[in-house]
């Protein structure tokens, strides 16, 4: 079992920045490749980044790339995502996730077994 939870969001300017975190409980976090996804108002939850159980391998969508950055902390079962040059249309309601077992990065959300409860971002213009 695990479980995430996200912390970091708020309201900030746009070109402003700010730091995802996720917090996990229990020990498959090290050994579970994670996700981070958003879901905007009237839109459907749609793949941002992930990472890797090691943290070697790291995937964006296009929207996001050279922008966000996804990272983690083994040791603190931690998860991160820096998002600089942030733009309204960023604005959401961010959620981490975790896969279970050995499975490796994937954008495809229904692979994602553990969810956490939300972080809302709102970029003003």
């Known amino acids: 079992q695990v479980q995430l939870v996200e912390s970091g969001g708020g309201l900030v300017q746009a070109g402003g920045s700010l730091r995802l975190s996720c917090a996990a409980s229990g020990r498959t976090f090290r050994t579970s490749a994670m996700g981070w996804f958003r879901q905007g108002p009237g839109k459907e939850r749609e793949f941002v980044a992930t990472?890797?159980?090691?943290?070697?391998?790291?995937y964006y969508t296009d929207s996001v790339k050279g922008r966000f950055t996804i990272s983690r902390d083994n040791a603190k079962n931690t998860v991160y995502l820096q998002m600089n040059s942030l733009k309204p249309e960023d604005t959401a309601v961010y959620y981490c996730?975790?896969?279970?077992?050995?499975?490796?990065?994937?954008?495809?959300?229904?692979?994602?077994?553990?969810w956490g409860q939300g972080a809302q971002v709102t970029v003003s213009s």
């Open positions: 990472i890797s159980w090691s943290g070697g391998i790291t």
């Open positions: 996730a975790a896969r279970t077992g050995l499975g490796g990065t994937t954008t495809d959300r229904r692979l994602y077994s553990y």
